[in-house]
T-cell receptor, first 116, second 114 residues
Framework: GAVVSQHPSRVICKSGTSVKIECRSL??????MFWYRQFPKKSLMLMAT?????????EQGVEKDKFLINHASLTLSTLTVTSAHPEDSSFYIC????????????FGSGTRLTVV | AQTVTQSQPEMSVQEAETVTLSCTYD???????LFWYKQPPSRQMILVIR??????QNATENRFSVNFQKAAKSFSLKISDSQLGDTAMYFC???????????FGTGTRLQVFP
């Protein structure tokens, strides 16, 4: 089945630094990738949608300059949290879908970001 | 805008029993998909079951089945013969064929006890 690998699983960074999270589709070409944020005991909030080779589409209220998304290839999308602050601490999850695949997205295992 | 509502924050069921999780949604669209996802303590999102809105027949996957009431915009999940491994957070999700975006409900925490 379709597998999505997300790294790192956990990261701690200092306030003011940037952190990059990678999302890779291992056995299919991901034409579309989605990035979500999940607060403790809360639902998943869609942050942005990225299509290979084009700019990401951000949801309302998501700062595109803070959360940089790059989908440079059909198997890799990255989310960079720039100048991270403690309020950016959260669980970030990516999901991916390939062309022709049944609807039902494959999710990465998530990244726990803690900004200190 | 579409919304998904799960009115049961927590549910519990005894092993081998049956439990039903509720979900309602709001949309003006006619073509869409509905999903139930499971998120165990590992935080990995796992697809449980999917329903295409144009299909009248309720989807079934082994012990999991749905009751899809399109007119009422209701999409409940029934788990039969509950197992300890079913303990998880369950999210109902809506996807418009126009946007491809998944909109999640707030989730129901299910605890299966021996």
């Amino acid at each position: 089945g379709a597998v999505v690998s997300q790294h790192p699983s956990r990261v701690i960074c200092k306030s003011g630094t940037s952190v990059k999270i990678e999302c890779r589709s291992l056995d299919f070409q991901a034409t579309t990738m989605f990035w979500y944020r999940q607060f403790p005991k809360k639902s998943l909030m869609l942050m942005a949608t990225s299509n290979e080779g084009s700019k990401a589409t951000y949801e309302q209220g998501v700062e595109k300059d803070k959360f940089l998304i790059n989908h440079a290839s059909l198997t890799l999308s990255t989310l960079t949290v720039t100048s991270a602050h403690p309020e950016d601490s959260s669980f970030y999850i990516c999901s991916a879908r390939g062309a022709g695949m049944d609807y039902g997205y494959t999710f990465g295992s998530g990244t726990r970001l803690t900004v200190v | 805008a579409q919304t998904v509502t799960q009115s049961q924050p927590e549910m519990s069921v005894q092993e081998a029993e049956t439990v039903t999780l509720s979900c309602t949604y709001d949309t003006s669209e006619n073509n869409y998909y509905l999903f139930w996802y499971k998120q165990p303590p590992s935080r990995q999102m796992i697809l449980v079951i999917r329903q295409e809105a144009y299909k009248q027949q309720n989807a079934t996957e082994n012990r999991f089945s749905v009751n899809f009431q399109k007119a009422a915009k209701s999409f409940s999940l029934k788990i039969s013969d509950s197992q300890l491994g079913d303990t998880a957070m369950y999210f109902c999700a809506f996807m418009s064929l126009n946007t491809d975006k998944l909109i999640f409900g707030t989730g129901t925490r299910l605890q299966v006890f021996p």
